[in-house]
């Protein structure tokens, strides 16, 4: 098995160690995809996790004291946590206070313990979080940071998307209606909210409805369909350009995702007024 380890590599190195109690993973490699990039991932045997941690740690100072490399991005699966994540925070947070990006893997994962993490891991710039919790309550997300991605959220409500004031916003398998996104959406053009905002992804539950609801009584020019926003979406048809109060434009595109595979719609707001 793997240990509960963290598989962290940053901007300039794209290098991934991991630390496995499969003595036959032992010196091996394999290349693997996160945030759309291919990584190297090697293997390393440990007896048990203890050890993992402090090896790893120990490689870590002398890899930063050698080449001047610090951690910029942590990707934690939760599923082999086993209830010990005081553990591994304190663990980690002896190697770095903070990194740039938090990308979190799990299923049916205790609730306290994905808040415990969001509470005590910190991270700047963007999470990433790929779970399924046990219970429904809302996670309390830092509004500090730049972007969320949310792939399992059927706790996600109207009223959460609204108090939270983060610039890139992703939701999928929520329960959101179209009326919602439209009042969202009003609500950005005049001004009332998000007005940092620079992408709005949400999964549509009745994606044939979406122009006649989603866009009621919006003012926007019809387009060609706009580029994929990432990799292995596919558009559907024809995007719409609406335009704020202040003449900052954005374009809403629909599109079929892969995974999660469901329908959504994407709002891209441009960086600066035309």
């Given amino acids: 098995m793997d240990f509960p380890v963290f598989c962290i590599y940053n901007s300039t190195n794209s290098d991934c160690f991991i630390w496995t109690g499969d003595k036959e993973k032992d010196g091996t490699r394999k290349i693997g995809t996160w945030e759309n990039k291919s990584r190297e991932v090697f293997y390393k045997y440990s007896e048990n996790s203890l050890n993992a941690m402090q090896e790893f740690k120990e490689l870590y100072m002398c890899v930063r004291s050698l080449m001047g490399v610090e951690i910029d991005h942590v990707v934690l699966k939760m599923d082999k946590l086993e209830g010990r994540c005081s553990e591994i925070v304190a663990w980690f947070r002896s190697i770095r206070q903070e990194v740039s990006d938090l990308t979190i893997f799990g299923t049916n994962q205790p609730q306290e313990e994905m808040q415990y993490l969001l509470d005590n891991l910190k991270f700047k ?39 939270l004031e983060i610039s890139r916003m992703s939701f999928n398998s929520t329960y959101l209606t179209n009326q919602d996104i439209n009042i969202f959406y009003k609500s950005w053009m005049k001004m009332e909210s998000h007005q940092n905002l620079k992408l709005f992804e949400i999964n549509l539950m009745n994606p044939e409805d979406f122009v006649a609801v989603g866009l009621r009584d919006i003012p926007y020019e019809r387009m060609s369909p706009i580029p994929e926003p990432f990799p292995n979406y596919t558009p559907m048809g024809e995007s719409f350009e609406v335009t704020r109060i202040d003449g900052l ?26």
């Fill in 125 to 163: 710039n963007s999470s990433l979080i790929c779970l399924d919790t046990i219970g429904d309550l809302p996670l309390e997300i830092p509004n500090e940071i730049e972007g969320i991605r949310i792939t399992h959220g059927s706790w996600i409500t109207f009223d959460y998307v609204m108090r």
């Fill in 249 to 274: 434009k954005a374009y809403i595109g629909v599109y079929d995702r892969p995974d999660p595979e469901e329908v959504v719609a994407c709002m891209f707001v441009r960086t600066r007024r035309i």
